[in-house]
């Protein structure tokens, strides 16, 4: 299986089970502290190398699985971030290593803002906004830190009413909706967000990592025919899924970004397999810079 994020067909016409390369990160100050496990593309935690290749469940596109918790505030979040607001289908639930997280629709974050953007007030009524790439009934918000033009309100969901050109749009407050009219430019730096993903969560007491994975670590791999990954102390064991990532070059025959099985399993070393129960594969060549293991964990999505 091949790619960061493989996608399988789940047991329900509504499930995916989702291949996961799990990744880590810790925080602590004052305030709080607590982990997160999972991976993202970068929208909703701080996971390092966490990033994964995006994949769909009923057409819409998933950016994020994380389960994070507050040591301080004693409670868990659970998410999975798709694109789109107020967008259905709308996932119910995520199954990790047979635990339910009944999941509910909460933040919204952006993919995309640009700043630069400008209002041409009443009668045009235009946002300006360079290749915009926007299409009618698509959400935007806007923010400017000197001050909004009135008629339009800082972070309030607003929804393309008619495409000008394809650096100007006009915008309504509600789908199908008339164009607003407003007055005045705006002042100061004036931002534009577009492209958005809604996390659907689920909250409960505090607990730790539901992946049960190892957390990413360090690996050195020798290079032979077959090749072999040492990583002391792993835990890993025949049958599990790993991928890799690099801060330079891997040895040929082996891709960072793609899941492999791992067989031949001690205690600080093993052998890696394209396929459940196939052959190992042999490494050649050079490699540089310091490679990460992640365990690849799955999770359905219903």
């Avoid at 995916?16 to 502290?33: E, G, H, T, V």
């Avoid at 970068?42 to 469940?57: E, K, Q, V």
């Avoid at 996390?199 to 730790?208: I, K």
């Avoid at 002391?232 to 990532?245: D, E, I, P, R, T």
Wanted: include cysteine.
């Amino acid at each position: 299986m091949s790619g960061m994020l493989g996608i399988l067909l789940g047991s329900g016409g509504d499930e995916r089970q989702i291949d996961l390369p799990i990744s880590y990160y810790s925080f602590a100050d004052k305030y709080n502290a607590g982990e997160q496990y999972g991976a993202d593309g970068g929208y909703f935690t701080s996971l390092s190398g966490g990033n994964f290749t995006p994949a769909t469940w009923q057409g819409r596109t998933i950016r994020a699985v994380i389960h994070d918790y507050d040591f301080y505030a004693a409670t868990s979040r659970t998410l999975i971030g798709l694109d789109g607001y107020n967008m259905a289908p709308q996932p119910s639930r995520l199954r990790i290593n047979g635990s339910i997280f009944n999941l509910s629709a909460g933040s919204i974050a952006w993919a995309t803002f640009v700043t630069g953007i400008t209002f041409s007030p009443s009668p045009t009524n235009n946002i300006n906004w360079t290749s915009h790439g926007l299409a009618v009934g698509d959400p935007v918000q806007f923010y400017c830190s000197g001050g909004m033009p009135t008629g339009i309100t800082a972070f309030t969901m607003y929804f393309v009413q008619s495409v000008v050109s394809s650096s100007a749009f006009k915008i309504a407050a509600t789908p199908g909706g008339t164009a607003i009219s407003f007055t005045g430019s705006g002042s100061g730096t004036r931002y534009g967000y577009k492209d958005p993903i809604t996390a659907f969560e689920a909250y409960g007491a505090l607990s730790g990592n539901p992946f049960a994975s190892l957390l990413p670590r360090s690996a050195v791999i020798t290079v032979a025919s077959p090749a072999t990954v040492t990583a002391a102390g792993h835990g890993l064991s025949n049958g599990k899924k790993v991928q890799f990532v690099t801060t330079g070059a891997l040895p040929s025959g082996i891709l960072a970004n793609t899941t492999y099985f791992v067989i031949n399993a001690s205690t600080d070393t093993f052998n890696l397999a394209a396929s459940q129960g196939g052959a190992a594969i042999a490494a050649s060549g050079g490699q540089s810079g310091t490679h990460t293991l992640r365990e690849v964990v799955s999770v359905t999505v219903s």
